[in-house]
């Protein structure tokens, strides 16, 4: 039987797909950043539509301004932002394709030939999982939602300590 | 199942386009846009297994937000070697980085 959800989950599905697709489609880089940022936003809504309503819109938030920085670094760093000298920014083009298609296919195939069990039809609403996903963060997960914290900060100073100007440290 | 066999499939066709786009381009915030599609369909992965397989089990939410840390950290490490790259170079095109291979 053809429910909402999985009409809703096929559109959106394809939409983060063709969205996808279209950031190695077109040679203007916003558009690129664009495009992934509505494949990003198309995954949110998939969060939402499976009802991981505190993870969706997260999702969305997150990327919108994640997709918004990567697209001024595109313009700032790349020789052609907006495609009008048609440059060929490919290589091992065909090595790629069959790399990502055999890929595409084991994993469809593993998906069809498991045995997945019995689907879950109880689950908790929107309250009650940001409740059960705070007291996981608090008990459990405790340590791992730490050291997530201590990675971010980490990669702060990584990013910091790799992006300063050379020159400045010779000059000391 | 259909559901959850639906959602495995999107997350599967993601995954490979972002390999393809990873494996063919020569441009670094383009390899890193190939990236960030792959993690997006392992975390659609991840929710379709919290929703229709387990959805007691709020590790696998968890392990969710693990994966958002982790995009977030590849663009901003990502960008950080960019930056580094075309102060360097002048070019973030990776074919012009031979020497990274050390």
Not at chain 1, 45 to 50: C, D, E, H, K
Not at chain 1, 87 to 97: A, G, P, T, V
Not at chain 1, 102 to 110: D, E, K, S, W
């Amino acid at each position: 039987m053809i429910s909402v959800q999985l009409i809703l989950l096929i559109i959106f599905g394809l939409a983060a797909i063709w969205f996808g697709w279209r950031v190695f489609m077109t040679s203007s880089m916003v558009r690129s950043a664009l495009s992934l940022l509505a494949s990003m936003v198309a995954i949110g809504i998939l969060f939402l539509v499976m009802e991981a309503e505190f993870l969706g819109v997260l999702q969305i938030m997150m990327m919108g301004t994640e997709m918004s920085i990567m697209a001024i670094f595109m313009m700032m760093y790349m020789m052609d932002p907006g495609g009008l000298g048609q440059m060929d920014m490919y290589h091992q083009k065909n090595i790629s394709i069959a790399a990502g298609v055999i890929v595409t296919v084991l994993i469809v195939g593993a998906a069809l030939a498991a045995d997945w069990g019995t689907i879950a039809t109880q689950f908790p609403g929107p309250h009650e999982q940001n409740r059960l996903l705070g007291m996981e963060i608090l008990k459990r997960s405790m340590m791992i939602f730490e050291t997530a914290g201590v990675t971010i900060l980490t990669g702060m100073i990584a990013s910091i300590a790799v992006a300063l100007s050379i020159k400045n440290s010779v000059e000391k | 199942m259909e559901l959850l066999i639906t959602a495995l499939i999107i997350a599967a066709v993601l995954f490979g386009i972002g390999l393809y786009g990873a494996l063919s381009q020569t441009n670094l915030v383009m390899i890193m846009m190939g990236i960030e599609l792959m993690l997006g369909a392992s975390m659609i992965n991840l929710v379709a297994f919290w929703r229709y397989l387990h959805p007691e089990a709020f590790s696998i939410q968890m392990f969710v937000l693990i994966a958002m840390t982790v995009m977030a950290l590849e663009g901003a490490v990502g960008f950080a070697i960019a930056t580094q790259r075309f102060r360097t170079s002048g070019t973030v095109e990776m074919e012009e980085s031979a020497e990274l291979k050390g």
